[in-house]
């Protein structure tokens, strides 16, 4: 039962992800990629939970790895996104951009 | 306790899409980006109080080694990285993005290894969900890597294996199959180091001919592999943030692809695969 509830879960975000950027405007696309690479970095979430259930010294190895690798992905993934849209709005008005590209 | 951070989760959630959607338009751009962190800081703080079999996971007696190499590994990999990023050139935010997306991908393929090797392997469907977010984690681990050495000049040559088209359906039929093999016989460490290695040379073998210039298309189909891969995880640990965050990442990123190679004006089969039929040139 449980999994099937997973599996509701999993279709209506694949609707949701696919829904909501729809209508990008293609200045934001490096920056979006950017920041979707910082979302998934919520995979430090399951490495943590991992880690918190390693008992071999094997598993600890990896475990350590996936924090490790998981941290890097979502405070180096902010940093990047935050840079970079900062820039967007030293370029000025940003609604002027827009209306360009578009 | 368990309800709490389920609760938590949801909000999380919450705030990852709204903060997607925000993000998709220059005027809320930069909001959207600060709801999204405050949502990762969230997950992550929450996520200290997992439980355990005896109250809290990494509070437990004899969970001291866990905690430790925890904090290490959340301010070294937090640290080095948010450091990076911030020191590095702006023109070198592509192959940065890469970078850390393919650690999110091995993330990803590290934490179905701990699952495999654990007392109680994951049966069934959850060993099925668990070997495809490992493959395709892996997948986007060595491609991101590939993809970072390409943007940053370290890798010049576009290589090219013989046959290469027929031969990365075989590598991948072939590591597919190590996979059933995995689900079906048991995750033995002689299927498990076969299938990672394969795993890992194939995310390879898939970038490696591709020109620098298609780089960025390639990293945005990689993190949304990545997210996929996260999302197929988040299934085996039952846990609903990973799932949907990771899924939403993988739809959205897919998406984002095909407007990526529509805007550059090609079909995004002309990027992945035209290195093989030659149709364009393979830059450096």
């Known amino acids: 039962m449980m999994d099937l509830l997973y599996l509701y879960i999993f279709l209506l975000a694949a609707f949701v992800g696919y829904e909501v950027i729809s209508r990008v405007p293609v200045i934001l696309h490096t920056p979006l990629m950017s920041g979707s690479n910082f979302v998934h970095g919520v995979v430090l979430v399951g490495s943590m939970w991992a880690l918190a ?28 996104t935050e840079r970079m849209l900062g820039m967007f709005a030293a370029k000025g008005d940003a609604r002027a951009v827009t209306r360009k590209e578009a | 306790m368990a309800w ?37 800081v969230l997950a992550t703080v929450a996520t200290l109080f997992v439980p355990g079999d005896r109250g809290l996971a990494y509070f437990e007696p004899g969970k001291t080694v866990n905690l430790v190499l925890l904090l290490v590994a959340l301010i070294l990999g937090g640290g080095v990285a948010a450091w990076l990023g911030r020191v590095v050139k702006m023109t070198d935010m592509p192959q940065m993005v890469a970078v850390y997306n393919g650690m999110g991908g091995g993330a990803a393929a590290l934490i179905a290894a701990v699952e495999f090797t654990s007392e109680q392997p994951p049966t069934g469907l959850h060993a099925v969900l668990a070997m495809l977010g490992a493959f395709i984690g892996s997948v986007a681990f060595t491609g991101s890597v590939v993809a970072f050495c390409k943007l940053q000049g370290i890798m010049k040559k576009t290589f090219r294996l ?67 891969a996260v999302g197929l995880e988040g299934y085996v640990l039952q846990n609903p943030a990973l799932i949907i965050a990771g899924i939403v990442v993988g739809a959205a990123g897919t998406l984002l692809t095909q407007l990526m190679a529509k805007a550059m004006n090609r079909p995004l089969t002309n990027v992945l695969f035209a290195p093989i039929t030659g149709e364009a040139q393979a830059g450096g």
């Open chain 1, 53 to 80: 259930h390693a008992e071999t010294p094997l598993q600890l190895v990896l475990g350590f790895l996936a924090v490790l690798l998981g941290a890097a992905n979502a405070a180096g993934g902010y940093v990047v």
């Open chain 2, 4 to 40: 709490v951070l389920n609760g938590v989760y949801l909000v999380v959630a919450v705030l990852f899409i709204l903060g997607l959607k925000a993000m998709s338009s220059p005027r809320t751009a930069r909001r959207g980006i600060a709801w999204a962190g405050v949502g990762m």
């Open chain 2, 162 to 228: 013989p046959a290469q088209n027929a031969g990365n359906v075989i590598h991948t039929m072939v590591t597919l199959l190590v996979g059933v093999a995995i689900v079906v016989w048991g995750p033995h460490w002689w299927l498990l180091v076969p299938f990672f290695a394969l795993a890992l040379f194939l995310g390879f073998a898939l970038t490696a001919p591709i020109g620098g210039a298609d780089m960025p298309v390639v990293i945005s189909l990689l993190n949304a592999f990545t997210g996929l």
